[in-house]
Each structure stands twice: as C-alpha cells, then as structure tokens.
C-alpha cells in the first residue's frame, strides 16, 4: 500500500538544503542543544512538578533517548513511526485490494505512487519541524537510540540553526528555549504511563473509520477541492474554515478528531506554558524570542506555504498552541499547578475540544468549584 523506502528516498532527495554551517559549527550546535536537553529536564521537572513513571508506582527521570538528527534524520525517523502506526489499517486494506482482480498490480503501482506522495509531503515538513517527542518510536530504527521503546526526543538542529538566524536572536538562549518546549513533551508521556496508549487508541479508531471504498474516498476528495476551488457557490459551500484532510473525513472520524484536537491542544498549550513559564529564569531574552517567534508563526512564508498549511491542516496546529496555552494558564491561575496536574489523572479527566475554549467549564467538572473569575487569567 506504501512504498515506505520510496518515501523516504522522495522526500530526501526533495528537501531543501539546511543552513550552511562549517564542520566546526555543527559540532558546537550539537553539543549545545544536547547539553541544553538535558538541563531542561531539571528546569521542567521542577517546575510542572511532574516525574518520569516507574513500574512500581515511584518515579524517575525520564530514560528515552535524545537524539540531535539532521532533516534526513527526521525524515527517517518519522516515516519508521507512520509505518508503525499506519500498520493496522494498511494491512486491512491491502487485504480488501489483494482479494480483487488485479489487486496485486494494483498495490504494487499504488504503493509507489502514496510513496512518492508521502516523501513529497514529509520534504516539505522537514525544514519546518524544529523538535519533536517521537511517541509511536518502533525498536529497532536505524538512528542512535533506536533500540530504546516508549519514544525519544529529537531535535532538527539545521532548522533550529535557521530559525535562530532568521529571527536574528540569541543562539545560545533560543537553542535553550527550544529545547524547554520538547522536553516538556517528553516529560508529559514519560510521567503519565496512559497517555501513549490512549492516544494510540483514539487514533486507531479514527484511522479503522476511514471509507475503505476508493471510489467514495475519491468522492469525497473531489467535493473538497471543488469547495476549495470555488466551484459550488459561497451560499453553499460553508467548509471555508476547514481543511482538505478535515473535509474528507468521515463523520464518525470527525468526533474522534475532536478529542483528538482537545488533547493536543492540552499538550502544546502546556509546552507553550512551561517554556515562557521557565524562561525568565534561564533565557535572559525570552521575551524577544518569543515575541517575533509569534510574528512567524502567524506570518507564513509566502502564499505556497500558506496554502499548504490550510490543505494539510497546519493552521489548525498553529491554533492547538494558542488556545492550549490559553486554557493552561487560565486553569494554573485559578487552581495552581498541583490543581492543573489532576488533568494527567486519567482519560476522564483531560478537557473536551469545548472545554479548552471555556477552561471555567473544566475547573467546574474536575474540581468542583464555581467558574467565576477563572477566564481570562
């Protein structure tokens, strides 16, 4: 169904160039940015008062590995995790097409052609990801760290290199900044053992509600681009707001999405919080950071950029940051961290796609209490 080794060859051979560095410098960036990662867990530790699980019950510090990768790195690295959680669904589906005629022809063309797509997309993310908690991580990757299981943290260090320059900041505190933001990410899923497997779950279930007729995948496809083409009339289109991969999908897949949405809205929006939260301490220009930072997320890099974050949906991630951070502080400001920290009890107890919007309204549910003065904090 996926020619994976297509993918990660397309989308190497397509990404841009990174910054261009002496062998020198990208030593010194590398060195930085791992020492960086580990003084980040001191400093998120302390201050989201959360502690890596243990088997037992008692906590430590979190064991998953960082690895400092370039964009081929992180192409590699993610196309291993697609095919780790994409396993279930393309092996039902591969089934379905090997069991009609010329099914077999079918998937070998076809797996070519969703490689080629994939490594086209995943070129255009490479440049742009500049670190990530790998939770779906499979044993055995060909990276350092890979026999590790349970997930790793990587940091793009070409497109933290290119960032840092285009904004014209401090190296040193960016890389530093950075780092506070992953290492939130990485404390989030080492401290609270269920949270892997229930976002595992949630996708799954939104992954084994995708349409496995191809003719209404298509379908559904056509009428997406027509509404963004503007081929209906505006009195009749009403999907402005939403995006190609929203467009398509079933309406069971969009309540899935919707808890989805909320619990990485939570998770981004507490990295946001935690980052700008120990900033002042460690990173002596953390306001200029993050003040043109917020200017580049919001401005793009140009009309195709902009159009491939609406049709991939990325706007929407930008949004996850905004309102996860809102609802974070909003919740800490009435309740306190060890308040907000009930969020990591259980599934039960992270807030609805509703209640990040109203975080009164989660304060009320878990704790309780009335919702006066919460919002807006």
Known sequence: MVDWNLAVATATRLVRPGPEVSREEARAVVAELRRHARTSEQHVRDFTRMMAALPDGGASVPDTPVLVVDRAGWIKANVAGFRELLGPLLGKMQERRGAAPGGAVLGAVGGKVTGVELGMLLSFLASRVLGQYETFAPAGLDLPGSAATGG????????????????????????????????????????????????????????????????????????????????????????????????????????????????????EGHADFVMDGVGPEVVPSVAEIREKFQQRRASGAGRLDAALRKILGLDAKLRQYRDGERFVRAVVGQVGMDGFNRVWTSPNTLPTKTEIAKPADWVARVHGRGSEGSEGR
């Open 152 to 267: 790793r943290l990587l940091l793009v260090a070409p497109n933290i290199v290119h960032v840092e320059r285009e904004l014209e900041v401090n190296p040193h505190d960016f890389r530093l900044w950075v780092c506070l933001h992953e290492e939130t990410h990485r404390t989030q899923f080492t401290a609270v053992p269920w949270l892997r497997a229930h976002l595992e779950g949630e996708i799954q279930t939104f992954l084994g509600a995708t349409e496995m007729d191809p003719s209404t995948v298509l379908e559904r496809l056509r009428e997406a681009v027509q509404s963004f083409a503007g081929a209906r009339p505006e009195a009749e289109r009403g999907d402005e707001g939403r995006s190609l991969v929203e467009l398509v999908q079933t309406p069971e897949q969009r309540e899935v999405l919707g808890r989805l949405t909320a619990v990485m809205s939570l998770l």
